[in-house]
């Protein structure tokens, strides 16, 4: 009877000796041998059995009619649990016969198998990709539906399931099985909060998918989210407090699909949509957040933002802000925005938001030092008088409004923010064509902000700036003058109308703003050091000017 070796040295020789005449006996106790110097000094042992040159071996010794299979592939698992031994793993051919054993019947097998494949592609986007490409999705997805009673199978399959659903190409994969209704009968059995998180790390990467998105609402889980979110929601635990939190997250995920929101909406009767309208008035800042997000979401079509203005979500979500000046919680003021700004696009609902008192509620935010309050702030005033000259012009000879813009419109540090607010004041001159908006620009120091306004990289932006620059001209021509002269506009609109890659309706408008200003005089044009030598050019465009101003 072989002799149980104590050196581990000794047991490395005779696996070497006994691989190659398959003396099972012999082998099993040399691999007993390593599972115990393995347990007692993982990174000595594993360092041995590089240096032995045992890995090699180990690939012929994956056979899935072996009784020493499970002890071989625990061993790998083992050694790989080191980062220096997972390249030589790779090197010694380890993975393919590992993710042929996927398909073996003995839970033992699979498990440890699972364990090796994980811990040699552990933090290896190259290698979880090449078992993706091997097909192990579609394997392990099965396993979890034939194995969901056994607990460390199942948990070995969301660890795997959460590795490889953060990487993009393995979207489509999971999308191609059976993936959602597994995962949402399992949740549905777990009473443990552990178990819920693990299962909630892999729902989280995977429904950023569109497809995967639909397929979860459809196997209902926005269902299981709702009770979680009933059975939580007053509890002071941190357990209920994170469950609650990934939970309504995971919900608002869900809503950013197409399909998958107006599926949820339906026609905004859906139970669900319903139960998401009650976060809202919520006292709890996590249920508010999602709730606002979720209208946000739903508010992403014209006829969503129509029927939710007309049956009062407006109301709601201003009272919501009304507590949060005070409150100030930064993150529930910009879901709120963000919802308040998709209600506004369509144009029926503009007024309706504005008779609402949208924009006195937005207002009370303009002393916000945060830029994504800052931001979302502005988009929405921007969505509200679009088309809307009375409430333009209120805002745009609001000096406060306009004093704060120009600051915002210097605010290099948050593009966003120095965009949007360039934007807002191009949109109060243009939407209320008022001589005094133009002059509260004007005074407020925002005219040389929409002459470099008129230099953006973005066209949509060149044309609204150079649109406001010809209604100051034509409205008081007199007041901007000096600012149009300290700004440099005739060199600014001169390389517009010389650049080749200039639009035609940007060469057309900044034709068009020329013609405004010149009422002023040859003073205007000469005034400045950097428009000397211009006077031909206005002269030669002159008659294509007054052209287009009749056309």
């Known amino acids: 009877m072989f002799v149980f070796p104590d050196n581990l040295s000794e047991a490395l020789e005779k696996l070497k000796l006994a691989s190659t005449d398959s003396a099972t006996d012999s082998v099993e106790s040399c691999l007993d041998c390593l599972l115990k110097a393995l347990a007692n000094n993982n990174t000595e042992a594993s360092v041995k059995i590089q240096e032995m040159g045992v890995l090699p071996l180990l690939p012929t010794l994956l056979n899935p009619q072996s009784s020493c299979t499970p002890k071989v592939a625990n061993i790998i698992a083992e050694v790989a649990k080191n980062e220096f031994m997972r390249s030589p793993c790779v090197e010694a051919g380890l993975i393919p016969p590992l993710v042929q054993l996927l398909n073996s019947t003995d839970q033992e097998v699979l498990l440890q198998t699972g364990r090796a494949l994980g811990n040699i592609c552990y933090d290896s986007h190259s290698l979880q990709a090449q078992l993706i490409n091997m097909g192990v999705i579609p394997t392990l997805v099965k396993l979890l539906g034939i194995h969901s009673h056994n607990t460390a199978l199942t948990e070995m399959c969301l660890i795997a399931f959460g590795n490889l659903a953060e990487l993009e190409s393995s979207k489509e994969q999971f999308a191609s099985t059976n993936i959602a209704e597994e995962l949402v009968r399992l949740f549905q059995k777990q009473t443990e909060h552990e178990k819920k998180e693990m299962i909630f790390e892999v729902l989280a990467p995977l429904a950023e998918n569109d497809v ?63 139960r998401v309208l009650s976060w809202i008035p919520s006292h709890n800042h996590q249920l508010q957040l999602a709730g606002a997000l979720a209208i946000a979401n739903f508010a992403r079509n014209d006829g969503n933002c129509i029927h939710m203005v007309d049956t009062g979500i407006v109301q709601k979500l201003l009272e919501l802000l009304d507590r949060h000046v005070e409150e100030g919680n930064v993150t529930v003021q ?51 008088i679009d088309t809307q000259a009375e409430a333009a012009d209120q805002l745009g000879t609001n000096g406060k409004l306009v004093e704060r813009l120009v600051e915002w419109c210097e605010a290099k540090d948050h593009a966003g923010v120095m965009g949007e607010s360039n934007r807002l004041l191009s949109a109060l001159i243009r939407h ?9 620009v004007i005074q407020g120091g925002g005219v040389k902000h929409l002459v470099t306004m008129a230099t953006s990289e973005h066209m949509i932006m060149q044309n609204e700036a150079l649109v406001a620059l010809g209604l100051i001209a034509a409205l008081d021509l007199v007041a901007a003058e000096k600012d149009f002269v300290g700004a440099n506009l005739v060199s600014v609109l001169h390389k517009l109308l010389s650049d080749e890659r200039s639009a035609p309706e940007i060469k057309y408008n900044s034709m068009i703003l020329i013609c405004s200003v010149m009422g002023s005089g040859e003073t205007f044009y000469l005034n400045s050091e950097n428009n000397k030598g211009m006077e031909r050019e206005i002269l030669l465009i002159r008659e294509i000017l007054l052209w287009s101003c009749c056309v």
């Open 212 to 274: 995967i998105k639909l397929q979860l609402v459809e196997a209902g889980l926005v269902e299981c989210l709702l009770d979680v979110v009933a059975q939580t929601v007053d509890g002071e635990r941190e357990e209920d407090i994170a469950q609650l939190k990934t939970a309504s997250d995971l919900m608002v995920l869900l809503l950013l699909g197409d399909e998958s929101m107006q599926k949820l909406f339906e026609g905004g009767k859906g139970s669900v949509f319903q």
């Open 432 to 440: 209320s064509k008022s001589k005094e908006v133009v002059r509260t």
């Open 334 to 384: 910009h879901a709120a925005l963000s919802a308040l700004r998709n209600l506004a696009i369509p144009v029926v609902n503009k007024s309706k938001m504005l008779s609402a008192g949208v924009a006195d509620v937005v207002l009370k935010f303009l002393q916000s030092e945060m830029p994504p309050v800052q931001f979302k702030l502005l988009g929405t005033l921007r969505m509200l």
